[in-house]
């Protein structure tokens, strides 16, 4: 829970896309049960992260309020019906997620990191354009996200780089407030699914706690082209497992 926090705060991810392979490959737990805790703690986790970042004025809360009850209401729904889809299934939707997000972040990316990153997370403007991007794109991945039960972190802080030219850092802060405002629906249709035990997932939270606080705190000492390389690595070894478990399982 601890390192898992650390990485998540110094990406601005809630930390589901790792805890599910962490728990998944490493406890043997099934698929729609380590969904289940990877809600709970990105709860937690997002909460913290977003308080955090708030302190450090790097969330945008235009974007995160939109983008985030948006995505709330289908968010929901994707946690509720998880009960109903194949755990293979589900593996495919992570796996594609987490390479979407790779695509995304070799694409090109605005020269705004680290210039007044302060001033910037107030005044990037939310125009009529933005808004409808924002909600197809919110609405499509809160349902996607609410089935594997991550925030969504790692695909909100490329889609926010590439698409309105945030700062990575301000795209990070913005992106665990929105993860923030997926969490309570995310637990709630996660509770009506699945049997699990919601104290193993309170336990990962504190470790995760704990570890987001230091990895906000790095977010702010590593260089941003640095936090690039890392969360791109991060989610080629993911990838690469996922894989690896699909191919057997059509084997």
């Known amino acids: 829970g601890v390192l898992d926090g650390v990485i998540a705060g110094l990406l601005g991810i809630g930390g589901g896309v ?28 997002s909460s913290f992260g977003t308080l955090f970042n708030y302190l450090q004025r790097t969330i945008n809360f235009r974007y995160a309020a939109i983008f985030g009850l948006s995505s709330a209401i289908t968010y929901f729904f ?7 889809i194949p755990d293979t299934t589900i593996k495919i939707i992570y796996l594609f997620a987490v390479v979407l997000a790779i695509i995304l972040f070799f694409l090109k990316r605005n020269n705004k990191d680290g210039i007044n990153d302060n001033k ?10 933005a808004y409808f991007k924002i909600i197809p794109i919110a609405l499509a991945a ?3 996200f609410g089935i594997l039960g991550v925030g969504g972190g790692f695909l ?3 889609l926010l780089v590439l698409l309105f030219n945030f700062p990575l850092r301000i795209a990070i802060g913005t992106s665990l407030a929105i993860v923030f405002f997926n969490a309570i629906p995310g637990i709630a249709g996660k509770l009506l699914a699945v049997r699990f035990d919601f104290l193993i997932g309170v336990s990962v939270a504190i470790g995760a706690i704990a570890g987001s606080r230091i990895g906000t705190y790095l977010n702010k000492k590593i ?11 991060l989610l080629a070894v993911i990838i690469i497992r996922v894989a690896i478990d699909l191919c057997s399982n059509f084997r």
Not at 120 to 129: F, M
């Open 120 to 129: 910037i997370a107030s005044s990037l403007v939310l125009d009529k354009k």
């Open 142 to 144: 809160g349902f996607a």
């Open 18 to 45: 790792l805890i599910i392979p962490i728990l998944l490959y490493i406890t043997s737990m099934e698929v729609k049960v380590t969904t289940a805790i990877s809600a709970v703690q990105v709860f937690f986790a």
């Open 223 to 233: 260089k941003p082209q640095i936090i690039r390389i890392i969360f791109i690595i």
């Open 78 to 84: 994707g946690s509720y019906f998880t009960k109903y």
């Open 156 to 158: 909100y802080v490329p």
